[in-house]
């Protein structure tokens, strides 16, 4: 991922980049990583199904860009999620990774227990967007520091 790509993103998003992600993205624009399990507090059974990547579509919310692209989970999760957070991988089959991008909380990386939720309508889901969510770890690099081999 370019520097210009990532400039582009950052715009979208209105919001710079946690440096550890930033490189991250520069080194490896996602993917699935080789040692993905994780424990949030007391319970080990987490892992990463993928880390997403960056399409030409960036952060703008696309229904027909790459199941594993931002572009498409921005679209599948739009106004489900907190406004200040950025989906950084999917977790657990269903649930998600989150990045926090502003205020004093910024580059905490966040876990959103999709199942979870109530099986209700979508707009109650909007009204529960900062509902069922656990803190991971406070940046990025230490995330990757967590994940360790099945």
């Known amino acids: 991922m370019s520097e210009a790509e990532l400039g582009e993103l950052e715009q979208q998003l209105s919001a710079k980049l ?89 580059g905490q990386v966040l876990y959103k227990d999709i199942n979870a939720l109530p099986g209700v309508s979508r707009r109650a889901w909007e009204r529960m967007r900062d509902d069922c969510i656990k803190f991971v770890a406070p940046s990025f690099g230490a995330f990757l520091g967590l994940l360790r081999d099945e």
């Open 18 to 106: 946690p440096s550890d992600y930033r490189e991250f993205l520069q080194t490896h624009n996602g993917g699935r990583p080789a040692s993905n399990m994780f424990s949030i507090g007391e319970d080990p059974e987490f892992w990463v199904d993928w880390f997403c990547w960056i399409d030409e579509r960036v952060a703008e919310p696309a229904e027909f860009s790459d199941y594993q692209s931002l572009a498409f989970s921005a679209f599948k999760f739009r106004g489900l999620l907190p406004e200040d957070t950025l989906i950084i991988g999917r977790c657990c089959r269903d649930d998600v990774l989150l990045l926090r991008l502003r205020g004093p909380e910024a």
